[in-house]
């Protein structure tokens, strides 16, 4: 039996993840559940799987939900970061699920890693802000490292037990690996006129084609900086140089990505766009459990096609690449200025091409000082932020 903490747990992986819990229940236990400030939807889920601890950032949702959660169900409820903290690093947790969205989630995620708990993890950004004292961390407690992120668990599926093992200081080289080949739909506007971009609402942006996912991580999908994030996760956890790692845009998202070896063999983990596939494989891993996704039928697939991804439709994708090479300085800069921008896109002050404007001048603007420690990592994601809403406000 793992018990399990849930970062995010009204959120879209969360819902995923409890969904696989509750198919495996022999397995798992929802130990404790944490989120920002969804009472009711906090409510529902304590009183279907009974943690142990509610957690909730907002201190008046904590009240509320204490308020009205039923006594008999024995459930704490907890608020305030060193409440978290503990939660994470409690030495009865086996597991914690990382699905914050955001910047918000580097924190708890690293906590849990210091711990040495087994992380899995879907909270890209932390590896985007962090990515190199994440894994020293990582390292030097013995934290396992499982990917969430479709690509990434796709990806770490393909590789050789020994990689596997050494997620973050891996040789793919000497494993006899040329290529990572991370695939992405190419989101909603893939094949949109390129002079109606500008004009794109954030419902149209929201309305991925294959994925249902929450609306952060939705725009990243149909601007492309979310493969850029993905990009960088992948740089880190896979230890990739340059030129060992290639984007293919593949508009089916049946194949999840794909590992390229030396000797001419490609090797790509498929399955149906759901995420209780590599939920239930991180959860289970090296084990499998069931996860009540569809199996794949391949006499109804029709084609699957591939492509070059176009730097002019998607210049985000682009910035994201090169501040990976930039250094984590850049990628630091470049995720706060995108939570900033689509932000204000999704509430209206900002248009669909203006999230790329906005990622370049702060990118441009920014005095990227040698970064050593995660408070100089939150500092400049602070200041970022700032550059990003004054930005905003003069557009
Ligand atoms: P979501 O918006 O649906 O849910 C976000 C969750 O985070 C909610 O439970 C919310 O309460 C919580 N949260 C928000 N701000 C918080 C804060 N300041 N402190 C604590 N909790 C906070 O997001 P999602 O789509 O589930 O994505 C979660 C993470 O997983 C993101 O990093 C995303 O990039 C990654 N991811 C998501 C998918 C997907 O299919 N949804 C796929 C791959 C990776
Ligand atoms: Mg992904």
Avoid at 236 to 261: C, G, R
């Amino acid at each position: 039996m793992q018990n399990l903490v849930v970062l995010g747990a009204t959120g879209s992986i969360g819902k995923s993840t409890l969904d696989v819990v509750k198919r495996n229940p022999q397995h798992y236990c929802a130990f404790a559940l944490v989120a920002a400030s969804s009472v009711e939807r906090m409510l529902e889920l304590c009183i279907e799987h009974k943690p142990r601890f509610a957690h909730m950032v907002d201190g008046k949702a904590a009240a509320a939900l204490n308020a009205q959660l039923p006594a008999n169900l024995n459930i704490e409820v907890t608020t305030g970061e060193d409440a978290l903290l503990a939660l994470v690093s409690h030495s009865d947790v086996d597991t914690v699920m990382a699905a914050i969205v955001g910047a918000a989630g580097l924190v708890p995620t690293l906590a849990a890693v210091k711990a040495g708990k087994r992380v899995l993890l879907a909270n890209k950004e932390a590896l985007v802000m962090s990515g190199e004292l994440f894994i020293a961390e990582t390292r030097k407690s013995g934290a396992v490292l499982l990917p969430v992120d479709s690509e990434h668990n796709a990806i770490f599926q393909c590789l050789p037990e020994k990689v596997q093992r050494e997620l973050g200081y891996c040789d793919l080289s000497a494993a006899g690996i040329s290529h990572i080949l991370l695939t992405g739909s190419g989101g909603p506007f893939l094949t949109s006129p390129l002079e109606s971009l500008a004009a794109m609402t954030p419902a149209q942006a929201c309305k991925h084609p294959n994925w249902s996912m929450g609306p952060k991580i939705s725009v990243d999908s149909a601007t492309m900086m979310n493969k850029g994030l993905e990009y960088i996760e992948a740089r880190w956890l896979f230890n990739t140089a340059a030129d060992e790692l290639k984007v293919v845009i593949h508009p089916q998202s049946v194949i999840h990505s794909m590992v390229q070896y030396r000797d001419g063999s490609v090797l790509a983990q498929m399955g149906n766009p759901d995420m209780r596939t590599p939920i239930a494989h991180a959860m289970a891993y090296p084990e499998r459990i069931s996860a009540g996704v569809e199996p794949l039928d391949f006499f109804k697939l029709g084609t699957l096609s591939f492509c070059e991804p176009d730097f002019s439709r998607f210049p985000c994708l682009k910035l994201a690449m090169d501040a990976c090479h930039d250094g984590q300085e850049a990628t630091t800069v470049l995720n706060a200025a995108n939570e900033v921008a689509v932000a204000a896109f999704l509430n209206g002050q900002i248009g669909f091409t203006d999230i790329a404007v906005i990622n370049a001048e702060c990118l441009g603007k920014i005095a990227k000082t040698h970064l050593d420690s995660i408070e100089a990592i939150i500092a400049l994601d602070a200041e970022a932020r700032r550059l990003a809403n004054q930005l905003v406000s003069r557009r």
